[in-house]
Each structure stands twice: as structure tokens, then as C-alpha cells.
């Protein structure tokens, strides 16, 4: 079983519409969370932290549950831009490497 | 230019051919990491320095893989006796804390392809 686990989708969403992604992790040790999101042929780049409390930037929030060890992402009013694939993310205690999911491909169509 | 470089930018390398692939990190950041990312899949980490202390090589492959970081900045991932399924873009990322939950700053990546 992988450490984190995503559905690779591809979600296809017309503009304007809510998606949301989940993302299970089998550490229960682990200790940071984190989205990234990547473009098709670019590098990984740092899209939000996830917070115990839940927490929101701009049209993007993240959730986190660790009873049941999954996190989420939720996008609001979907833009062209948003097409990429995002990677959930988690570091686990005592271990400075991030360990990256699979990813979801997220195909925003006008 | 303020980013992680990493050069080159594409490299095709016959079957036994060894390759060597180099990684300058931002300015300052301690934290240095590889990670490999195979076609469809996310980046799997293979090794991490602090400084020029190599302090984490756990998710390299195989003994051909082998990574330095003499001066505790620019860093070098080598490969030797390169096989097939070694094709894939090597990502290298920079930090600027040690900590966990420091965001990681990535190169845009050699991408290797063995024939």
C-alpha cells in the first residue's frame, strides 16, 4: 500500500464549478501537510500547508482529519488556470524528506 | 536569477552509459533534496543533505546511484551503469530551514532518457 494515496482523476469541470480532491495518508505519525500543485512538464511548486483547523486561501481550502488520516482540497469557482495536477503531500516525524502522492489531474474546460 | 538551476535540462544516455546531473539550490538554503519522478506518477524522494551532510539516502534505488554535496551547496546526482527504467525527470529541491514543514523550492528538472 503506497504512504499517500490519491484518486489520479482526471477530473474534467466546467468553469466556474466547485471540486474537491481527497488524499489518504497510512502514517499516523506523520506530522505536515501540504499541497502542491504541478503543471504538465514543469516542477512541483508549493500551492497551501494543511492546518488541524482547516484553512483557506482565497478560492482553495484544505481540510484535514487525522481520525481517518485524509485530507482534502476544495476549489471554489474553478478557473482555466487551476488545469494541473495536484499532489498531496506529508511529512512524517523525525524525517526531514517529503513524502509526495500520485496525484490528481484536474482538467478545467471553458 | 533567484531559483534552484539544475543542468541539463534533457538527457539521452545509451544503456551502461554512466551520467552525472547537477543541482545548484537557492542561495543559503541548508536543505537539499533529489527526488525522482517516473511518467504519471509524483516525485519519490531518494536522498537528502543538510549542509554537506548527507543525512538520508533511503530511497535510492540501487549502489549505482550516488549523490554529493562537498561545499554544502552545489550538489551532484550520479548514475552509473544507467539502465531503462532509470528514464525519468530527476527533481532537486532546496530549502531554507531544516524543519519538516519547511516548503521546498524544486528545480525544473533533468529528464533522463536511457535507450
Known amino acids: 500500500r503506497k504512504e499517500v494515496e490519491q484518486d489520479p482523476g482526471p477530473f474534467n469541470v466546467p468553469e466556474g464549478a466547485t471540486v474537491a480532491f481527497n488524499c489518504t495518508y497510512s502514517n499516523s505519525a506523520s506530522q505536515s501537510f501540504f499541497w502542491y500543485r504541478q503543471d504538465c512538464r514543469k516542477e512541483p511548486k508549493l500551492l497551501m500547508s494543511v492546518y488541524s483547523s482547516g484553512n483557506e486561501d482565497g478560492r482553495f481550502t484544505a481540510q484535514l482529519n487525522r481520525a481517518s488520516q485524509y485530507i482534502s482540497l476544495l476549489i471554489r469557482d474553478s478557473k482555466l488556470s487551476d488545469s494541473a495536477t495536484y499532489l498531496c503531500v506529508v511529512n512524517e516525524a523525525g524525517r526531514r524528506a517529503l513524502t509526495f502522492g500520485s496525484g490528481t489531474r484536474l482538467q478545467v474546460q471553458p | 536569477g533567484a531559483g534552484v538551476s539544475q543542468s541539463p535540462r534533457y538527457k539521452v544516455a545509451k544503456r551502461g552509459q554512466d551520467v552525472a546531473l547537477r543541482c545548484d539550490p537557492i542561495?543559503?538554503?541548508?536543505?537539499l533534496f533529489w527526488y525522482q519522478q517516473a511518467l504519471g506518477q509524483g516525485p519519490e524522494f531518494l536522498t537528502y543533505?543538510?549542509?554537506?551532510?548527507?543525512?538520508?539516502k533511503s530511497g535510492l534505488p540501487s549502489d549505482r546511484f550516488f549523490a554529493e554535496r562537498p561545499e554544502g551547496s552545489v550538489s551532484t546526482l550520479k548514475i552509473q551503469r544507467t539502465q531503462q527504467e532509470d528514464s525519468a525527470v530527476y527533481l532537486c529541491?532546496?530549502?531554507?530551514?531544516?524543519?519538516?514543514?519547511?516548503?521546498?523550492?524544486f528545480g525544473n528538472g533533468t529528464r533522463l532518457t536511457v535507450t
Open positions: 543533505f543538510q549542509n554537506e551532510a548527507q543525512l538520508d
Open positions: 529541491a532546496s530549502s531554507s530551514r531544516q524543519e519538516g514543514n519547511s516548503p521546498l523550492h
Open positions: 542561495s543559503g538554503h541548508v536543505s
